[in-house]
């Protein structure tokens, strides 16, 4: 049975597999240490599949009333089921709880051809996120970013 837990922290052990297990998505090991870092102080929201933690979101708070979702995974076998949308589901539920109005999330733009981050924008965009702004350099040059946002009721 598939559960989604709020947000803690100390998370770093249990993402970082997921993570790797991720190759076309978290193929820069600099990037990928960083979010297993972040896992540990920025909130972070588990999916459990039984006892097996099989994705997580992190969550960056800017300021009160928006968040980022900085990080999120979930194992490629549990692509395709569902288990994304019910995360995001559950991400706006407690972000609306504790007030927040705006959520983004950044990721490749198009002008990277790569079908791992077209399906990625396909997800956002599916949950409601609308594209707001591309950054050519945020990243580097190789990987310009797209941001998409939602309003949250």
């Not at 998409?148 to 009721?153: G, S």
């Amino acid at each position: 049975m598939i559960t989604i837990e709020d947000p803690t922290t100390d998370c770093s052990k249990v993402c970082e597999p997921i993570l790797r297990s991720l190759p076309k998505w978290f193929g820069i090991e600099e990037s990928l240490l960083m979010y297993v870092r972040d896992a540990d102080t920025m909130p972070t929201m588990l999916v459990k599949d039984g006892d097996d933690v099989i994705g997580f979101l992190t969550i960056k708070m800017h300021f009160p009333v928006s968040a980022d979702i900085h990080c999120m995974a979930i194992r490629p076998e549990y692509h395709r089921t569902g288990t994304g949308t019910r995360l995001i589901q559950a991400l706006e539920r407690y972000l609306t709880g504790q007030g927040v109005k705006l959520l983004q999330v950044k990721t490749i733009s198009e002008d990277r051809e790569c079908e791992a981050y077209a399906k990625t924008r396909q997800f956002y965009q599916a949950m409601g996120f609308i594209p707001l702004e591309v950054f050519p350099t945020l990243w580097d040059t190789d990987n310009p970013c797209l941001q998409l946002v939602k309003p949250l009721a």
